[in-house]
């Protein structure tokens, strides 16, 4: 009993000695009887176990200690585990110590640091310019030195979720980079990589595919580089920076507030005859219909942030994106509506000559003035 901690000696002299209640324990403790019961149960357990209790039996050992012999070879069997576990830890570290003093290429494996940092934004776009463009939230990402290989150049863990590979670098020089890409190993074909092009919205590389690539979620997987110069000569020092996106709607994506009290849109377009436009806009009709004779283009200008996205007989076909302009002035933007052309979502666009053709507008975080204007 000497050997048992305070609070499980006390209890179990109360309970077993004085025979006082679980209560009336608690209450000469200033415990809670849940307590009571938890001390109790611990310090009847170790007495259990503690080989000093237990008889010294041998083969002629009496009937009856049967119990008393194999709580015995417990114990032992439990000490002979600790010895165990404690002598492979201390190999083991013996292991790895002797292999850093007599590998030294092993210290050098390490990945160059960055020559100098690149700023990496939050979100990031799949494509330049501002029609049809996703956006990403920066996951996981590294920046290194550069050097002719960078294995592993990111390690991430795949969430299941649509993602993407963004790739920028920096030196001094206006000379480009040839990067080859891989993840898992599979080929992602070889990236240009322009000096002085920051990590932003236009720098989006290669979707990632699970198929393609080998993701599995939940399963690390790694991006490997390798920098090769455009021209002759040998790797200048800079910096490639490397991230995993993964694909957020457009309305989480933070936007700038629109300016006070901005005047009205001017609705005049500078070389186009008036009296072949057509105006859908933010307080007026967001649809109207028309006789196709050939290409039309759609020109939207708006006040602040937002988009615009585009149908025609009611299937989306195009998205105007208005997110990553700064708030002064207006902001325009322009696609074009052409017989056989096949867009991002499969639909393909090919009405018949004077065939009737519905355009309609829907505007999403569009906080100001904007305007839709349709002509040949």
């Given at each position: 009993m000497g050997r048992l901690p305070k609070q499980q000696k006390l209890v179990l002299v109360l309970r077993y000695f004085e025979d006082l209640s679980e209560a009336e324990i608690a209450q000469t403790l200033g415990i809670s009887p849940g307590s009571v019961k938890t001390?109790?149960?611990?310090?009847?357990?170790?007495?259990?176990?503690?080989?000093?209790?237990?008889?010294?039996?041998?083969?002629?050992?009496?009937?009856?200690?049967?119990?008393?012999?194999?709580?015995?070879?417990?114990?032992?069997?439990?000490?002979?585990?600790?010895?165990?576990?404690?002598?492979?830890?201390?190999?083991?570290?013996?292991?790895?110590?002797?292999?850093?003093?007599?590998?030294?290429?092993?210290?050098?494996?390490?990945?160059?640091?960055?020559?100098?940092?690149?700023?990496?934004?939050?979100?990031?776009?799949?494509?330049?310019?501002?029609?049809?463009?996703?956006?990403?939230?920066?996951?996981?990402?590294?920046q290194h030195n550069y050097a002719a290989r960078l294995d592993p150049a990111l390690t991430w863990t795949p969430t299941g979720q649509q993602e993407a590979l963004f790739i920028a670098c920096q030196h001094r020089g206006t000379s480009a980079l040839a990067v080859t890409v891989r993840v898992n190993g599979h080929d992602a074909g070889v990236r240009p990589c322009v000096s002085d092009s920051l990590l932003a919205w236009e720098t989006f590389r290669t979707m990632l595919d699970p198929q393609t690539f080998g993701l599995v979620a939940g399963r690390p997987a790694v991006v490997s580089l390798e920098l090769a110069p455009g021209a002759s000569g040998p790797l200048l020092e800079g910096t490639v920076a490397v991230a995993v996106g993964e694909l957020v709607p457009f309305s989480q994506i933070p936007l700038p507030p629109r300016p006070t009290e901005p005047a009205p849109l001017d609705r005049a377009l500078d070389g186009v005859d008036p009296a072949t436009v057509t105006l859908l806009e933010a307080g007026g009709a967001h649809t109207t219909t028309l006789t196709w004779r050939g290409q039309l283009t759609v020109l939207a200008q708006t006040q602040s942030s937002g988009r615009l996205q585009i149908s025609v007989d009611g299937i989306p076909v195009s998205t105007l994106d208005f997110g990553t302009f700064p708030v002064e002035g207006k902001h325009q933007v322009g696609t074009t509506l052409t017989a056989g052309r096949t867009y991002l979502n499969g639909y393909r666009f090919d009405p018949r000559q004077d065939a009737k053709i519905t355009i309609a507008i829907e505007a999403e975080r569009l906080t100001g003035d904007w305007f839709v204007a349709i002509h040949p």
């Open positions: 001390h109790a149960s611990k310090g009847l357990a170790k007495l259990r176990l503690d080989p000093s209790l237990l008889p010294m039996l041998d083969d002629d050992a009496p009937a009856g200690n049967e119990r008393l012999v194999a709580v015995r070879e417990r114990v032992a069997r439990r000490r002979r585990a600790n010895v165990t576990r404690v002598v492979a830890a201390c190999l083991a570290a013996v292991a790895l110590i002797a292999a850093y003093a007599l590998l030294p290429q092993l210290r050098t494996k390490a990945l160059p640091e960055p020559a100098f940092r690149i700023e990496m934004p939050r979100y990031a776009q799949n494509r330049s310019g501002f029609v049809d463009i996703d956006y990403y939230r920066l996951t996981t990402q590294a």
